[in-house]
């Protein structure tokens, strides 16, 4: 029978648009969140990180968000670049010793 | 220098055989995970170790003996090969046990034919 709802969701952005990735977490006792990229053929890189007792961390043209009460994380990079397609995952740290990962988003950029 | 390393990158196989994948780490961490992608590039951990003890086994088959000879390694053995092993493979590494940022290689790619 036909999988439902594994398709990987894609997003298309142009060169130089600001791009927002989101992840809805399922563990309200979560304390510690990752963004990872996968560039094709690779392993997953780290990109930033959260702990639970900040809303917001901003790295470089890379910024996290987390909103608790909805258990949503996203991520927003800005001025987006054709180096910058690749799969994103969300991962959290579950309080049982092991980061589980969300399904990902292809980011697709156009020059 | 490469801070976690697996080989082989690929690996083709027939059904029922048996083959191991290395993994190395050279990042001074104390724990080590397996995590296996699927083809719809879903990521899901099958063990942990820290400081060498298994930590987590994520009901994986029996079939799947993770090793870890020092806490620099870990290696994936897999006895039986099935077609459903079919997957990426990736070996991970963190300070802490899932507080802290895992390090990945690059992956195996097991295909079982």
Redesign the interface.
Known sequence: GE?VG???PTLSVQEGDNSIINCAYSNSAS??F?W?K?ES??????II?IRSNMDKRQGQRVTVLLNKTVKHLSLQIAATQPGDSA?Y?CAE?????????G??TRLLVSP | DTAVSQTPKYLVTQMGNDKSIKCEQNLGHDTMYWYKQDSKKFLKIMFSYNNKELIINETVPNRFSPKSPDKAHLNLHINSLELGDSAVYFCASSQLLGNTEAFFGQGTRLTVV
Do not use: E
Not at chain 1, 41 to 46: A, E, S
Not at chain 1, 93 to 101: A, R, S
């Open positions: 999988s594994l398709h990987l304390d510690y990752i990872y996968q053929g690779k392993g997953p890189q780290f990180d799969v995952f740290n579950t309080g049982f010793q092991k980061l589980v990962f399904t990902g």
